[in-house]
């Protein structure tokens, strides 16, 4: 295998990513109220939901790779929340489609900007090219997998 030592290091690094970020979702000091944080898988269905606007339950479950009676089980917690709700689909559908509401729409970008505020604090000392770099590089390796799995993920 090419580049052993060099994946063996990217693969303790995205270990220790992925770690931060779990700990980052559950920390309450300076985060959002208890009640306002949204949880991991609302947080994302309503960044896809954001991006390419109404999405089936299928249509959700395939973008995702899950089984539709997991994407049913979040999406319900999610209308129950008043996150979200069913609207007729505008093509005609026979489906109806997940939206969000003003209230999803709130806490998402309540949530997204204490994330963005926790983000700046651990690159403080990051120049503006530092910082565009790495974000190339990560949306670089995203595609990569992306493209591997069959599911983009829709950029604007």
Sequence with gaps: MRHTKELALIE???????????????????????????????YTLLSRIETEGPLTIGQLAEAFGLDTSTVNRQTAAMLRAGLVDRIPDPDGGVARKLRITGEGMRRLHHDREWS????????AD??????????????????????????PWPRT
Aim: charged content about 35%.
């Design 126 to 151: 990051w120049t503006a090219e530092e910082l565009a770099d790495f974000a190339e590089v990560l949306e670089r390796f995203n595609r990569d997998i992306e493209k591997l799995q069959g599911r």
């Design 116 to 123: 963005i505020q926790g983000l700046a604090k651990v690159v």
């Design 12 to 42: 303790r690094e995205m270990m220790l990513l992925s770690r931060h970020q779990v700990l980052a979702a559950t920390r309450t000091a300076g985060g959002p109220d208890s009640e306002e944080r949204l949880e991991r898988s609302a």
